[in-house]
């Protein structure tokens, strides 16, 4: 596969990707329509009055297109009396997808019914073996023909019927073919979703959505930009669905969600959304909502002038290297895990926030005993230094002060001047001593996301230039995630969870949230940057589901949480759930009516267990397996 190209115009730039438009019934999907909010059943789908009555819940709450599983040629069928019944209701307006895996027969039933069907490439044709098997080119052309034999069907009666199509990849459910080929990357995610997109052109077919999720965000976020580069040069700009899969429930869903769909948001891509909670699915507009209106007025605007390019890869994930600032006993940046601050009232818990920073007008006796403080202003920062006894200071930099008094070994918020971006960011760092980190307090008009990459690129720059003059004398500073007027958790997730995924962020610093510490962890886990607990993936059910998801799922958390850097999946059934739970390290998974199968990685180790008792034997497993340990008292 050849390098791919720029996916943006210019990182600093802003404008929304212009997609090729796609009409899902009366619902356009791309172009210049409004980005479409879209949430899934979870009823078994051959209950029809149950379906329609989930489908009417999810148009009041506001959801544009909804979803409901086919897992068999029957559910298929039942489609068209849901149809009926959503219609009769009043509902004419809000398309219905069928969601396909494995049934090409489900798929040909189901467009007969519904405005989409979505199948995900990985498994429309494919049976889940994990062979490894090396394919000539002449064996992967035969592989690719045998799916397009199977899928050609499909791709023409949703062209005579006037359908639309998703061809919606999951990192976690890659054909044998692709992972022999391209592993599983976000480079085999998009060729998965090539290769079906060849068959339905060939058919002269453009009615196309594409998804690429992961459970990952930082995977997620590399295919989409990935795809949209491969996009640009194959000629038809589709409209993309974007979704991280498996997010889990509660805040974890919720901050996971934020940062993946955040930061593509961010860079102006997505044309539909779905936030994937383990919850019931009316929950999950209100997130998707909030999160899009943040970009709903979003004017394009260039990249300022004279700003340098980012030294960033977009499809790869590398931390920005940076040096190592002490502060006290606290060390930051040079590859240490990102740091976590917090205000007085805010840094208990666990793990408790690694630094408070007090504000000495606030908390002038506190701020005596605390490692931190923050001046509003240089002046006010020389006094309560003193008063504080600390050189630790995390200075909030006025760009019209002309000699800032900074203590050295400080967090220094920098403000950028819209008159001049790049230059504003170059005086403030030259007037600042070695060894502080750097931050933003005010970003201008770039915006948090673009003033980051900014002084990002401002100090990569700086440090170049400098090395250049004297060899070895430029200056990397870490750089603090400071976002200290942003006070909605979901625009916290997506702008500083889109910066970690771009390997930028040395510590966080969220002062106005409700909970900073709690959220600044939660953020790290759910970019996988800092873990402190474990992890769970966790399907968001549907009409599959063979058990209570969300009692059993908030159950294993609550016995589990304490094992840090354990991940445990908690997927509804056994179809999809294997392929889909990524690299879990165990794995709960309903196999049947009362029945359930544990995993260790990809194998199952307890086939058909008993539901009431598999819980405990998932505990005794993780046990054996010696990744146990007794949570604190
Ligand atoms: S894994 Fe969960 S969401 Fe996916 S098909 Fe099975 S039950 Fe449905």
């Known amino acids: 596969m050849s390098a791919p190209g720029p ?12 997609s090729h438009q796609v009409l899902v019934g009366q619902v356009a999907v791309g172009g210049s329509a409004p980005i479409a909010l879209q949430s899934m059943c979870t009823t078994p789908t051959q209950d029809v009055a149950a379906t329609v009555a989930q489908s009417i819940s999810l148009a009041e709450v506001g959801c544009h297109i909804v979803r409901i599983t086919a897992p068999g040629v029957k559910d298929a069928l039942a489609l068209k009396a849901i149809r009926a019944g959503f219609d009769a209701a009043g509902f004419r307006d809000i398309p219905l997808v069928a969601d396909i895996h494995f049934m090409p027969g489900a798929a040909l039933e189901a467009v007969e019914h519904v405005e989409k069907v979505r199948i995900n490439p990985g498994n429309y044709a494919d049976k889940k073996r994990f062979a490894v098997t090396e394919y000539s080119d002449a064996e992967y052309a035969a592989e690719v023909e045998r799916v397009a034999e199977r899928f050609r069907p499909l791709v023409r009666r949703a062209k005579q019927l006037g359908r639309s199509l998703r061809i919606g990849t999951n990192h976690g459910s890659l054909s044998d073919r692709i992972m022999n080929r391209f592993g599983d990357s976000p480079a085999g995610m998009v060729e998965s979703a090539l ?16 998804s690429m999720k992961a ?58 959304v779905r936030v994937s909670l383990t919850e019931p699915p009316e929950a999950e507009i209100p997130v998707a909502r909030a999160l899009v209106a943040r970009y709903a007025n979003w004017r394009t605007h260039p990249a300022p002038p004279g700003c340098p390019d980012e030294a960033v890869d977009p499809y790869r994930f590398q931390r920005r290297t940076a040096e190592i600032v002490r502060l006290g006993e606290l060390a930051i940046g040079g590859g240490q895990l990102p740091r976590v601050f917090a205000i007085p009232g805010t840094a208990a818990g666990k793990p408790p926030a690694d630094l408070i920073v007090a504000d000495p007008n606030l908390w002038p006796v506190e701020s005596r005993q605390v490692p931190g403080y923050v001046g509003a202003q240089s002046s ?12 630790t200071a995390v200075v909030h930099l006025n760009r019209a002060m002309a000699s800032p008094y900074v203590p050295d070994r400080s967090i220094v918020l920098l403000g950028i001047d819209d008159a001049d971006p790049a230059g504003s960011l170059r005086r403030c760092l030259d007037l600042l001593p070695e060894h502080v980190a750097v931050g933003i307090a005010e970003p201008g008009a770039l915006g948090e996301t673009r003033a980051y990459r900014l002084l990002a690129a401002v ?38 969870g889109g910066l970690l995924i771009d390997g930028i962020g040395d510590c966080l610093y969220l002062p106005a949230v409700r909970d900073p510490r709690g959220l600044a962890f939660t953020l790290l886990q759910a970019v996988k940057a800092r873990t402190t607990r474990a992890d769970y993936v966790a399907c968001p059910s549907c009409g599959r589901t063979q058990f209570d998801l969300f009692e059993v799922t908030a159950h294993i958390r609550e016995k589990t949480a304490h094992l840090d ?39 199952v180790v307890r086939r058909n267990i008993p539901f009431a008792t598999g819980r405990e034997q998932l505990i005794e497993l993780i046990r054996e397996s010696g990744k146990w340990k007794d949570p604190p008292a």
């Open 459 to 496: 100090i990569e720059d700086e440090f170049r230039l400098a090395e250049a003059r004297s060899a070895g004398a430029g200056q990397r500073q870490p750089i603090c995630l400071a976002l200290p007027f942003v006070n909605d958790d979901l625009a916290v997730a997506a702008i500083a």
């Open 195 to 210: 290769e079906f997109i060849r068959i339905a052109e060939a058919e002269s077919f453009r009615d196309i959505i594409i």
């Open 7 to 18: 996916y943006v115009t210019h990182r600093l730039a802003y404008g929304r990707r212009v």
């Open 565 to 603: 850097g354990v991940a445990i999946a908690i997927m509804g059934c056994i179809v999809n759930g294997p392929g889909e739970m990524a690299d879990a390290d165990f794995g709960f998974v309903g196999s049947g009516p009362g029945k359930v199968d544990l995993y260790r990685g990809k194998e």
């Open 380 to 391: 006010g920062v020389r006094q309560a230094a003193r008063a504080a006894g600390s050189q």
């Open 215 to 272: 459970s990952n965000p930082k995977v997620m976020v590399a295919a989409y930009r990935l795809l949209v580069a491969r996009l640009k040069v194959h000629g038809t700009e589709y409209p993309l669905h974007l979704g991280v899969t498996e997010a889990g429930d509660g805040e974890d869903g919720r901050v996971k969600s934020a940062a993946g769909i955040g930061a593509l948001l961010e860079d102006g891509i997505g044309d539909t």
